[in-house]
């Protein structure tokens, strides 16, 4: 199916654990994005990719680790998890970093 | 930071009115975008206005940009209950978009 899909949709785990959430695109979109939302806060930016191999911090990115191998896939990784860490991730992707974005369904983390 | 702020935070109007929302930035931008968002569900890409550009038109959709005031405003025309959603502004330097906190519409039958 073609777009952008984040999986699982619905986590929950405990202080302490090591949660990976995963983001895939079939766009073959250069850009790649993660995006906390909380109340209050809006969309934050955590870590953004430009290829393959890059990768860049953003606004909130303490706590949190990225990589990108392949061009259609961005996982986002808390080495280990804090309740403050409990949020709705989206993932999203573009083919630069100023153009529109498509976002993901989202992931609804909750850390214990 | 170039961080869009909307206001109102919160609109509740009737179906069949209009629906104006403000965005404010802080610094030059390459763009302006406005986007959707559903209950639980993902962001929605509107409309794009580039810096060089003061309205843009699409559908039931006018957005105007006004860079000397460092300000945008979406309209929406003839609301109906499905554009019940929050929107959000992103402002675009040449650098990642900053979204706003969002503005929730509300639109009753």
């Known amino acids: 199916d073609a777009g952008i899909t984040q999986s699982p949709r619905y986590k929950i785990t405990e202080t302490g654990r090591q949660v990976t959430l995963m983001c895939h695109q079939t766009?073959?979109?250069?850009?790649m994005f993660w995006y906390r939302q909380d109340l209050g806060h809006g969309l934050r930016l955590i870590y953004y990719?430009?290829?393959?191999?890059?990768?860049d911090k953003g606004e909130v990115p303490d706590g949190y680790v990225v990589s990108r191998s392949k061009t259609e896939n961005f996982p986002l990784t808390l080495e280990s998890a804090t309740r403050s860490q409990t949020s709705v991730y989206f993932c999203a992707s573009s083919i630069s970093d100023y153009n529109e974005q498509f976002f993901g369904p989202g992931t609804r983390l909750t850390v214990l | 930071s170039q961080q869009g702020e909307e206001d109102p935070q919160a609109l509740s109007i009737q179906e069949g009115e209009n629906a104006t929302m403000n965005c404010s930035y802080k610094?030059?931008?390459?763009?302006l975008q406005w986007y959707r968002q559903n209950s639980g569900r993902g962001l929605v890409h509107l409309i794009l206005?580039?810096?060089?550009?003061r309205e843009k038109h699409s559908g039931r959709l006018r957005v105007t940009l006004d860079t000397s005031k460092k300000s945008s405003s979406l309209l929406i025309t003839a609301s109906r209950a499905a554009d019940t959603a929050s929107y959000f502004c992103a402002a675009s330097g040449y650098s990642t978009l900053t979204f706003g906190k969002g503005t929730m519409l509300l639109v009753s039958p």
């Open positions: 766009w073959s979109h250069s850009y």
């Open positions: 990719s430009a290829a393959a191999d890059i990768t």
């Open positions: 610094t030059s931008i390459n763009n």
């Open positions: 206005i580039r810096s060089n550009e």
